[in-house]
């Protein structure tokens, strides 16, 4: 029913940045929260950022914030991660997904009801 694309991945060095975008379709776009999260190598998939419906607040993981921002575009039907100041611990399989409940801070993935492919985000040192 809705369909998640990424885009913006890529090889960088630490220090850049790099902005990840999240095209919606298949749904109203501004009744989706909408959320990034990541899966290194070997890890579990967290919790990056979170922006809600309208786009009046905005959540992060405690590592990303002051680098990473959040933003949507309605109009657009796109949600954004600005990512600058890139660590290599930021290396990551990037995910966009779409929660359709309340408004409030979801940090957890099982939680969110739709899901991206993912896009690469590589930070050497």
């Known amino acids: 029913q809705v369909q998640l694309v990424e885009s913006g991945g890529g090889f960088v060095q630490a220090g850049d940045s790099l902005r990840l975008s999240c095209a919606a379709s298949g749904r109203t776009f501004s009744t989706m929260n909408m959320g990034w999260f990541r899966q290194a190598p070997g890890k579990e998939r967290e919790f990056v950022a979170l922006i809600t419906r309208s786009g009046t607040h905005t959540y992060y993981k405690d590592s990303v914030k002051g680098r990473f921002t959040i933003a949507r575009d309605n109009a657009k039907n796109t949600v954004y991660l600005q990512m600058n100041t890139l660590k290599p611990e930021d290396t990551a399989v990037y995910y966009c997904?779409?929660?359709?409940?309340?408004?409030?801070?979801?940090?957890?993935?099982?939680?969110?009801?739709?899901w991206g492919q993912g896009t690469q985000v590589t930070v050497s040192s």
């Open positions: 997904a779409a929660h359709l409940g309340i408004s409030r801070e979801v940090r957890y993935d099982y939680e969110y009801d739709y």
